[in-house]
Each structure stands twice: as structure tokens, then as C-alpha cells.
């Protein structure tokens, strides 16, 4: 994906409890880590308790953390945790959660994330009325990163660009590609001229 020219690498981490899928977690990516030295990792924490696996993921060599609002009782103190921990801190939204659920917490991270798709597993269709999510956050927080992940790929970068996402996640589209380069190129593209 680096070779492609992906500006960072996405890591889902699933356990199986917050989402019924079940990845990886630190050891891989402390494993991945000396493969790719210079690439940003942002982390997807699909998990239940998100707050037991700050230190092990900072150690691991996980540059941003990103967990879910609906997982946690207490986000500021996790968002501190994680900037205490030197990562940024990342907030996800599912579908179903309303955008006003994370305004409390978005002067504490340095990223909100709009779901697409239920998170916990690959190859769904693209939400498109999550965008008024993104146009909310754009409008209000206009320095924030918005991260969208869920079907994005040539067929709905425009939405998501012109809605004001400034991050984004592509897996199916991109992996499955026969030329993965062009269509970073065309995604990355379409922000760049909403920017």
C-alpha cells in the first residue's frame, strides 16, 4: 500500500466482542512495525474497553488510536490517555450513533471518524446520508480531520470530499484494484480539490 503511494496504513483491530469479527492486535503490529518504519499507523480499535490496550498498542508503535464512542464510559479520559500514551486520538461514530454524541469530547482528539458502513466487516455498500455527519463536523470544527471508512473508493470519493472528509479509508477498492497506485491517485485527487 505504501508502494502504491497510501499516505498511512489503516489497522482494524477487531476482538470479537465489540464487533463479532476478530483481527489482530499489538503483536502484529509491533511486528509490522520495523517492515514499514516511516509509515503512519492509524488504528481502528473495534473493541469492547478500549482503555485496556492504550499502552500496549503506544509500545507496539501505533502512531493515532482510534476508539469507538459507544465503547467506552469515559472518551475524554481515554482521549488523554491516549495523547499521555503519545499517539494521537482518534473518535468513531457508527452508523446509528448521532453526530452530537461526540461534541463533547472532539476538542480532546485530534480525529473524528464516520463510519460508511456497520464496522466489523469488509465489502459493504457505502451509507451515503452519513455525510450530513461529515458536513456537520466540516462546518463546525473546520481544522479537524474527518476520517470516513466504509465503501469508499472512485464511486463515492466525491461524496465524501465534497462533504469535507479530509481521511480516507479504502480497502476493497483499493486491494482489489488491478492498478491499486491509480486509484489512491484518483482519491486522493478528489480531496485535494475540495481542500
Known sequence: MMDSGADYLHLDVMDGH??????FGHPLVKCLRPKVP????????MVAEPEK???????????????????TDNPLALARKI?????????????GTP??????VVEAVDMVLVMT???GFGGQAFMADMM??????????????????????????????????NMIVSG????????????????????VKEL
Open 83 to 95: 495523547r499521555e500514551a503519545g499517539m494521537k486520538a482518534g473518535i468513531g461514530l457508527k452508523p
Open 18 to 23: 465489540f464487533v463479532p469479527n476478530l483481527t
Open 38 to 45: 516511516r509509515a503512519f499507523f492509524d488504528l481502528h480499535m
Open 172 to 191: 476493497s477498492a483499493v486491494v482489489k484494484a488491478n492498478d491499486p497506485r491509480a486509484v489512491i491517485s484518483q482519491l486522493r485527487n478528489s480531496v
Open 132 to 165: 450530513a455527519k461529515v458536513e456537520f463536523l466540516r462546518r463546525s470544527f473546520p481544522h479537524l480531520d474527518i476520517e470516513v471508512d466504509g465503501g469508499v473508493g472512485p464511486a463515492t470519493i466525491d461524496a465524501c470530499a465534497k462533504a469535507g472528509a
Open 53 to 71: 490496550w492504550v499502552t500496549d498498542m503506544a509500545d507496539a508503535g501505533a502512531d493515532q488510536y482510534t476508539f469507538h464512542i459507544e465503547a
Open 99 to 104: 453526530v452530537e454524541e461526540v461534541l463533547p
Open 117 to 119: 458502513v456497520e464496522p
